[in-house]
């Protein structure tokens, strides 16, 4: 399932991909703008899988079909390396475990992001916190993260973003409408409307790289922003923890004082009592002429 760092990546393909589906529902081939029409994006989904009993699938997002069984196209977005390693086996089990009712599984690595990232902010923390506590006179500069993108399309890689941080002109996540639907439904959908079954051209829908890298740089901002609000969180609940921690020391310094105090008080008044016992000892000695 999606985390909040990737989730960004993920609401924009899926919002681009509706677009592309939105330009095909009006197509002159009825069953083209049928499938176009039928085609949901379902988000994050729990699937059933076939083959093994009880057994769950969690691709992060998906598409589906209306009268398919499954969705014909998947969505993995990997957090880290292990993620991305996984990938194809995790396709293949989704594919096996459907009876290839899942057509497509698209990867994307944001592996590399992250693991820059996680070293680049330590070492910013590290500074700031050297100087926030007056131990360097020049305050960190502002993180920035550059690193490569790539695409997983099933067995193929794709670079989308070259070692210079810019979009690899060659490079494109290539699907076609082919990719969202189950060959079974598409049949139904041919003898509804023309009374046989036939091939279906299916139109490519295209996401050029320079898209992936801009929604690639967004992803890394609304990170940025979420990762500073965490750390102005933690300082917030340090400073009140260490504040309610000093206010509880003086508070138990006023007490042992006010203990004192009366206890001081006490001693005093003891003693003015037996002085006071000693002088009328003395003063009832002498009526009675003792010595």
């Known amino acids: 399932m999606p985390g909040g760092f990737h989730e960004t990546f993920l609401r924009k393909a899926e919002f681009r991909i509706n677009n592309l589906l939105d330009e095909h529902k009006s197509s002159g081939d009825r069953i083209v703008a049928r499938i176009a029409q039928g085609i949901d994006g379902q988000g994050a989904r729990t699937l059933r899988g076939l083959k093994i009993p009880d057994d769950e699938m969690g691709p992060d997002a998906s598409f589906k079909l209306l009268g398919c069984t499954y969705p014909g196209l998947v969505m993995?977005?990997?957090w880290s390396s292990g993620d991305?390693?996984?990938l194809k086996e995790k396709a293949k089990y989704y594919f096996e475990?459907?009876?290839a009712q899942i057509r497509t599984v698209v990867g994307i690595d944001l592996s590399n992001i992250y693991k820059k990232q996680n070293a680049a902010e330590k070492r910013w923390l590290a500074?700031?916190?050297k100087w926030q506590k007056g131990k360097s006179d020049t305050p960190p500069e502002p993180l920035t993260f550059l690193a490569p993108?790539?695409?997983v399309e099933c067995a193929r890689f794709s670079v989308f973003r070259d070692a210079d941080q810019k979009p690899n002109p060659d490079v494109s996540l290539k699907i076609t409408?082919?990719?969202f639907v189950c060959k079974?439904?598409?049949d139904r959908l041919c003898i509804e409307e023309e009374g046989r079954v036939r091939k279906v051209e299916y139109p490519p829908l295209e996401i050029p790289s320079q898209l992936l890298c801009e929604w690639f740089d967004r992803t890394i901002e609304q990170y940025r922003e979420e990762w500073e609000l965490n750390q102005q969180v933690k300082r917030t609940k340090k400073q009140r923890k260490e504040e309610a921690a000093i206010a509880a020391q003086r508070k138990k310094a006023a007490e042992l004082e006010e203990e004192?105090?009366?206890?001081?008080?006490s001693t005093e008044s003891k003693g003015r009592y037996r002085f006071g016992n000693l002088v009328r000892s003395l003063r009832l000695r002498k009526l009675r002429g003792d010595k």
């Open 76 to 78: 993995e977005v990997a």
């Open 84 to 86: 991305m390693s996984k």
């Open 97 to 99: 475990n459907t009876d």
């Open 127 to 129: 500074d700031f916190n």
């Open 149 to 151: 993108g790539a695409a």
């Open 177 to 179: 409408l082919e990719d």
């Open 184 to 186: 079974e439904k598409v």
């Open 260 to 265: 004192a105090r009366r206890s001081t008080g």
